[in-house]
């Protein structure tokens, strides 16, 4: 089952614009991890907040997280066409070593 | 570091036959998983090792599906018999402690 739901299903942007995809989830974590898929590949680790984080930064990728209301963001800035891609949330469920996937974001990004 | 292999890329094969799926994790990550992605039920976890040994395997949906992994270096995913809608992509994915997963590049399999 989905552990994860992820808002919105799609979006799409011109390049220079920011990303906004947002997940919630529905028990409690070790961490909460976002991944980035390209048409046909595998996923890709993109950052990992654990659970007393709550914003992490890396490169133009900017990761919040409210455990309170069972949910993160993560934000793209300054977009470009290579961003175009599916983007995941995935939870580690608490004292296991379970990664739970979300329901994903297609990005599209326009140049 | 060649990352997560798995093989074959491809699998087609007739509904009834044995398929097995092969996957090199990362050297050093002491954890395997099996992940199957299809556009209707998304991601699921199939099963997960740690230390060679499976610890949860309650996503493998049925009896028909089996996961073994040898050594720390080699892990398969066997349907047998294979059905229509065991097509999907299958994943497999390792890690090493307190880090993200490295995803392969999946096996994509039609059963026709």
């Known amino acids: 089952s989905q552990q994860g739901e992820e808002d919105p299903q799609a979006l799409s942007i011109q390049e220079g614009e920011n990303a906004t995809m947002n997940c919630s989830y529905k028990?409690?974590?070790?961490?909460l991890q976002w991944y980035r898929q390209n048409s046909g590949r595998g996923l890709v680790h993109l950052i990992l907040?654990?659970?007393?984080?709550r914003e992490k930064h890396s490169g133009r990728l900017r990761v919040t997280l409210d455990t309170s209301k069972k949910s993160s963001s993560l934000l793209i800035t300054a977009s470009r066409a290579a961003d175009t891609a599916s983007y995941f949330c995935?939870?580690?469920?608490?004292?296991?070593?379970?990664?739970?996937f979300g329901t994903g974001t297609r990005l599209q990004v326009f140049p | 570091d060649a990352g997560v292999i798995q093989s074959p890329r491809h699998e087609v094969t007739e509904m009834g036959q044995e398929v097995t799926l092969r996957c090199k994790p990362i050297?050093?990550?002491?954890?395997l998983f099996w992940y199957r992605q299809t556009m209707m039920r998304g991601l699921e976890l199939l099963i997960y090792?740690?230390?060679?040994?499976?610890?949860?395997d309650s996503g493998m949906p049925e009896d028909r599906f089996s996961a073994k992994m040898p050594n720390a270096s080699f892990s398969t995913l066997k349907i047998q018999p294979s059905e229509p809608r065991d097509s999907a992509v299958y994943f497999c994915?390792?890690?090493?402690?307190?880090?993200?997963?490295?995803f392969g590049s999946g096996t994509r399999l039609t059963v026709v």
């Open positions: 028990t409690s974590i070790n961490n």
């Open positions: 995935a939870t580690a469920l608490y004292n296991t070593d379970k990664l739970i």
């Open positions: 050297s050093g990550h002491d954890y």
């Open positions: 994915a390792s890690r090493g402690q307190g880090r993200g997963y490295t």
């Open positions: 090792f740690n230390n060679n040994v499976p610890i949860d």
């Open positions: 907040i654990r659970s007393n984080e």
